[in-house]
């Protein structure tokens, strides 16, 4: 089972930001969390990965609770290509490496 | 610089009959993985390896067989096609911590 929980859908309006949230209770030390997204039917997108602290890159911002139980992707600026299936997953080399996705956040934009 | 290649796009089986999946990566990756996604659901992970000659079960194995003989190829069998096997195949590959690269997906039809 995939080790993480999220909300089926959200909606946000063009040109604000969007939080998705993202529940690993369960997550060791030793994980990373990775966001991905999944625009139509295309492979898979990667967007950002974290292992405590905050980050950000050009696509998105990763923010993770002090206790890593969970987290928060935010896009600054969502534009209608932002709809998407978000998918949070928590990855380590120390269980094998393998990729387990949930069910993931459909988000909407909307004008 | 190809990244995931997948071959074929897209396949029509009758019940019974068997086929390979090829996926093939030029990143010099260790990891690679083979998902299923059915309609309106998130990815589940079928088999991965962790490097050349090595193969692991995911989520969701059964019926499926991987071999790993070259590292930059992952092959996905399926020896007697089921129509429960209808669905999208993802192969994606990556290094230890770094992000996943995702192919574009086999379209695979079983009637």
């Known amino acids: 089972d995939a080790k993480t929980t999220q909300p089926p859908s959200m909606d946000c309006a063009e040109g604000r930001a969007a939080n998705l949230p993202c529940n690993h209770s369960?997550?060791?030390?030793?994980?990373?969390v990775y966001w991905y997204r999944q625009i139509h039917s295309q492979g898979p997108q990667y967007i950002i990965h974290g292992l405590k602290n905050n980050e950000t890159n050009e696509m998105a911002s990763l923010i993770i609770t002090e206790d890593r139980k969970s987290s928060t992707l935010i896009l600054p600026h969502a534009t209608l290509r932002d709809t998407a299936v978000y998918y949070c997953i928590v990855r380590s080399p120390y269980n094998n490496n393998d990729m387990r996705f949930g069910a993931g956040t459909r988000l909407t934009v909307k004008p | 610089n190809a990244g995931v290649t997948q071959t074929p796009k897209f396949r029509v089986l009758k019940t019974g009959q068997s086929m390979t999946l090829l996926c093939a990566q030029d990143m010099n990756h260790e990891y690679m993985y083979w998902y299923r996604q059915d309609p309106g659901m998130g990815l589940r992970l079928i088999h991965y390896?962790?490097?050349?000659?090595?193969?692991a079960k995911g989520e969701v194995p059964d019926g499926y067989n991987v071999s790993r003989l070259k590292k930059q190829n992952f092959l996905l069998g399926l020896e007697s096609a089921a129509p429960s096997q209808t669905s999208v195949y993802f192969c994606?590959?990556?290094?230890?911590?770094?992000?996943?690269?995702f192919g574009q997906g086999t379209r695979l039809t079983v009637v």
């Open positions: 994606a590959s990556s290094y230890e911590y770094t992000e996943a690269f």
């Open positions: 369960t997550i060791s030390g030793n994980e990373y």
């Open positions: 390896s962790v490097g050349e000659g090595t193969t």
